[in-house]
């Protein structure tokens, strides 16, 4: 799910847990955060200007974990977007229907 929002907003866990990765290593995803909440369920949030948690931080539902960024890196003040997935044991399900 691709979300607008103005580049530099706060980007928020939608659960809390575990950050099992944050950087930029994963090609295609720029800056990405992923949260592990249990065995089961993860979220990723991709496409960030700038990162706020590292590996093995524990954070909380509603916690800013990254700032958005822009749609376009050559051109930053074309507006900002963030892909959202939440995943479940690995695979990708429709957020819409886990968030309020």
């Known amino acids: ?4 929002a103005a580049v530099g907003k706060p980007v928020q866990a939608s659960a809390g847990g575990t950050v099992v990765y944050s950087g930029d290593g994963l090609p295609g995803y720029g800056n990405l955060v992923i949260v592990k909440h249990d065995a089961e369920w993860l979220s990723a949030y991709a496409y960030n200007q700038s990162l706020l948690v590292n590996e093995g931080d524990r954070v909380k539902g509603g916690q800013t974990i990254a700032r958005v960024g822009p749609r376009d890196h050559r051109k930053p003040d074309d507006g900002g977007h ?5 995943r479940r044991q690995g695979k990708p399900v429709d957020p819409e229907r886990y968030l309020p």
Request: proline fraction near 0%; charged fraction near 0%; avoid cysteine.
């Open 82 to 86: 963030l892909l959202f997935q939440i």
């Open 1 to 4: 799910m691709i979300i607008a």
